[in-house]
């Protein structure tokens, strides 16, 4: 049966966890977590191979200055498939994984098989993890098999590579939709083979459409892979991407993952932020916690 | 390239740091009683304590109003009336919005001191109770001049002198309750807050001082049971208005019969929360929560008496034990805290004594949440039973406190019947995402106020009251004016 998702009640629930409060040492534990969550991302037709480079090293080292203990490098680079070759190299031996958008991103309007090679052609140019976009038309329109059956193929594509599948929630617009679509997604995922923990990620948005990520979108994703886990036993990763700039607005969703999944979700392996401006705003907040004055926008590198 | 690489930390369990709410608050070491727009005191010479319930820390000392000074502030009230209910609305509303706009500047010092007198969350009383406060008063303030309009085709008068005993839950909110609708409609208030609870009442005393609201207009006296014996039985007083307790509501409406005195009251409550199978289970868990443990528990429209749809139990159960594993109770002041003190050493004997019960007549208690709990003050881990029948006492009786009774149903119609197998009739709530179901249930529920796929939304325009021995009269909306004004 479909599970039954009533909108006042998650407002109300999501809005809770704006209401904590998140201070001193817990603030910069927090943030320094965030920081290590971050998939930089840049996702613009106009992106570089220069730009690329230096958005690999501003993940690894994401601020040259001095701080103890030192900060943490983010998740991961996120970029276009043509460009990940040159991430790859760039991040070399640091830890720092290379995603791909692949599968037509963003709006997913090419044929299956297109699709696919879109994906092998990533993998093989080295990405770690590859983010998805699902067939929303076929979705909208009811044709639930044809979703699923694409994602299984997606999924042996990507062969080793970990797997994020965005629903584009702006564009499924109720939030049943969305909760339909996880359970579709991650049933799909499974079709194609066991899930290690952390392998298989559901993601709210391309950050191509507005509405983006939001707190009550997010929460029902997490309460579908708390079903999922209660079920198998199995832990799927969450992303919301697009829409989070700004350091509190993150410290809000590691609250919310704290009190719904749980402390075991608060990793890397299996929460990500997709964001291009989160990572400094973090950043100054460090900072001023570090030397008691914030620093100037202009004091971080953009890329 | 050179970049020396960093290494990401090894996640650790992420904790809250503790987030006390420092505003400053001064409280006098005594605390007068307020009678004719000044503070006195007491004729009766009698003081009490009023203690912090988070720490046992005495606060103040208040004073007892005795006889004398229950009779000075219905004098009072009565020498204020003849001006005050001749007042045009429109005058009588611009003091409303100013105690509303005065409620809302002072609204930190109102919520520190209702967490440190009361025992709730200080994020409730910032979040839920001082703002209602404020949207109280101003929305009365708007019904002040078009008190007309509220009654089409009928003449609308003040009632006179209005005694009001509210309780100790929602100490200032219950206060907003009572005199916004009375002062409004152009009568005049002699108010007792409970025992427990004085101090955010006499800040508003303040308050009144402060707008110049017109001398006598609003008395308030401190004191227990004796001073509201002495105020309800009063001569002079024209209505009487209570919330608190079945028992004490069905000794008031004794003793005021044949006196002319006009009555409302809003008194206990065993709400039923109804879960369907076809609800939206993760959402419904947030209103069994909401529903309980909100406030201690210790709100009379709680959701303490739960009917699960027999196909749903074991999810409901398992959802709800992991829930309550997040609530975070302790230090009130705290804005991380989830559920703060019980409101006072005897509730609290009370609240454990109807445990014990539960226990004894064999109910399987959950105690979700086993915190550490502070070793001082008066402190309750919120619980829930199964194993329950609507025959047991813990299913019957109110409790008021963070305890739960949970119960299966297996028809809509045994839903209603074991809903409605109660003596009281305050609130239910309905969970069901179909729309036919929620309408055909609903209409069928002894209730005064039922909320769908939703529990304890509260709003001034809203009217709250109840069925049976819950009570009757109405507060808030258009229908909380009616108990204040006399129609002819």
């Known amino acids: ?303 | 390239m050179e970049i020396e690489r960093t290494t990401n930390n090894p996640p650790e369990a992420w904790e809250y740091s503790a987030a006390p709410e420092r505003f400053p608050v001064s409280i006098e070491e005594t605390n007068k009683l307020f009678i004719d727009g000044k503070f006195v005191s007491p004729k009766s010479r009698k003081w009490f304590a009023s203690t912090n319930p988070a720490t046992d820390e005495k606060l103040a000392d208040i004073a007892t109003a005795g006889g004398a000074d229950v009779n000075a502030a219905v004098l009072a009230a009565k020498k204020a009336l003849p001006k005050w209910s001749k007042l045009a609305g429109s005058e009588r509303a611009k003091y409303l919005y100013r105690i509303a706009r005065r409620i809302q500047e002072r609204a930190r010092e109102f919520a520190v001191l209702e967490t440190l007198d009361g025992g709730k969350p200080i994020k409730e009383s910032r979040d839920v109770d001082i703002p209602l406060v404020a949207q109280h008063f101003f929305y009365c303030a708007g019904w002040a001049d078009k008190l007309e309009y509220a009654f089409p085709g009928r003449e609308v008068q003040p009632i006179g002198v209005c005694g009001q005993i509210i309780p100790w839950n929602f100490p200032l909110m219950m206060a907003a309750w009572k005199l916004a609708p009375a002062i409004a409609c152009g009568n005049t208030c002699v108010l007792k807050p409970a025992e427990t609870t004085s101090l955010t009442a006499l800040r508003l005393a303040e308050v009144l001082q402060e707008v110049e609201l017109p001398d006598g207009v609003i008395n308030i006296l401190t004191g227990a049971g004796d001073t509201g014996k002495h105020l309800a039985e009063h001569k002079m007083i024209h209505k009487l208005a209570f919330t608190g307790s079945t028992n004490v509501g069905k000794m008031l409406m004794r003793n005021s019969a044949g006196t002319g005195k006009r009555l409302t009251l809003e008194l206990g409550g065993k709400s039923a929360n109804i879960i369907f199978a076809d609800a939206a289970i993760d959402q419904a868990i947030e209103g069994i929560v909401s529903g309980i443990y909100f406030n201690q528990g210790h709100v009379c429209c709680a959701g303490s008496r739960l009917f699960v749809e027999e196909p749903v139990l074991e999810e409901v159960i398992h959802k709800l034990t992991r829930r309550m594993k997040s609530l975070r109770i302790g230090d009130p002041m705290d804005k991380n805290t989830d559920v703060g003190a019980i409101n006072s050493r005897s509730q609290l004997q009370t609240i454990e004594q109807y445990i014990k019960t539960g226990v004894a007549e064999g109910g399987q208690l959950h105690e979700a949440n086993n915190q550490q709990l502070p070793s001082r003050g008066n402190w309750c881990n919120p619980c829930f039973f199964t194993d329950i029948q609507p025959s047991h006492t813990i299913a019957r009786e109110e409790i008021f406190g963070p305890v739960l009774s949970v119960m299966t149903f297996r028809t809509p119609e045994e839903a209603i019947s074991r809903a409605n197998n109660s003596p009281y009739g305050l609130a239910a709530g309905v969970w069901t995402e179909k729309g036919s179901k929620v309408f055909e249930v609903a209409k069928r529920l002894e209730a005064g106020i039922i909320w769908c796929n939703s529990y304890n939304q509260f709003d001034a325009a809203s009217p709250f009251g109840g069925f049976k021995e819950s009570g009757f009269g109405r507060e808030g909306g258009m229908q909380g004016l009616k108990p204040y004004v006399k129609l002819v």
């Open chain 1, 1 to 303: 049966m479909q599970q039954q998702v009533d909108t006042v009640m998650v407002e109300q629930r999501a809005l809770s966890f704006t209401r904590r409060s998140i201070k001193t040492e817990s603030k910069i534990q927090g943030l320094r977590l965030v920081l290590s969550m971050i998939d930089l991302t840049t996702l613009e037709g106009k992106d570089s191979d220069e730009k690329i480079r230096s958005l690999c090293r501003k993940a690894i080292t994401p601020w040259e200055g001095e701080i103890t203990p030192p900060l943490p490098s983010v998740a991961a680079v996120c970029v276009y498939p043509s460009l990940v070759i040159i991430a790859k190299r760039a991040l070399e031996g640091s830890g720092v994984n290379v995603a791909s958008v692949a599968t037509g991103f963003p709006s997913g309007q090419f044929p299956l098989s297109v699709r696919i090679d879109d994906v092998k052609k990533a993998v093989e140019a080295g990405a770690d993890e590859i983010d998805m976009v699902i067939n929303r038309g076929a979705f909208l329109s009811g044709h639930y098999g044809e979703v699923a059956e694409e994602i299984k193929q997606v999924r042996i594509a990507c062969g080793d590579a970990h797997l994020k599948i965005i629903l584009e929630t702006g564009e499924l617009e109720t939030l049943e939709n969305v909760r339909a679509a996880s359970d579709l997604v991650i049933e799909a995922a499974a079709s194609a083979g066991p899930i290690a923990d952390g392998e298989v990620f559901i993601k709210t948005s391309t950050g191509k459409v507005s509405p983006a990520a939001t707190m009550p979108v997010t929460l029902v994703m997490l309460d579908a892979i708390q079903s999922y886990f209660d079920k198998t036993g199995v832990r799927i990763g969450m992303k919301p991407a697009g829409g989070i700039r700004t350091a509190k607005q993150s410290l809000h969703y590691l609250v919310m993952v704290k009190e719904t999944l749980g402390t075991d979700w608060l990793t890397p392996t299996l929460f990500r932020f997709g964001a291009s401006s989160l990572a400094n705003d973090v950043l100054r907040q460090l900072v001023r916690q570090h030397t008691g004055r914030y620093p100037a926008n202009y004091d971080f590198s953009e890329a």
